[in-house]
Nanobody
């Protein structure tokens, strides 16, 4: 059974920083792309950042220059360093990963349970 577990969310003042982690566990053969999404109350889930297995990254325009996605393939973990946080960054942040499980025929998308980030003004 493959599982993604996020951690690192919390309450921070505007201008502050947080670092989110997403740890994958289970019978994993290969983790392809990993990504962070977020969903604010009353809004659709939006893509924040992605990172390929080789480390290529992409970001939503709203977080470029403030957020950095990274990963440690040996630890099967992705990170999201969030700096210069704004109240509009307040959301439930979800980790997503495309994972090829051992003995699986195809890779599958997996989601974490989410971690809350709240930025006060």
């Amino acid at each position: 059974q493959v599982q993604l577990v996020e951690s690192g969310g919390g309450l921070v003042q505007a201008g502050g920083s947080l670092r989110l982690s997403c740890a994958a566990s289970g019978n994993i053969f290969l983790i392809n792309n990993m990504a962070w999404f977020r969903q604010a109350p009353g809004s659709q889930r939006e893509l924040v950042a992605t990172i390929t297995h080789s480390g290529s990254t992409s970001y939503a325009d709203s977080v470029k220059g403030r957020f950095t996605i990274s990963r440690d393939n040996a630890k099967k973990t992705a990170y999201l360093q969030m700096n210069s946080l704004k109240p509009e960054d307040t959301a439930l942040y979800y980790c997503n990963a495309n994972i090829f499980a051992i003995s699986a025929r195809y890779p599958t998308e997996y989601w974490g349970q989410g971690t809350q980030v709240t930025v006060s003004s």
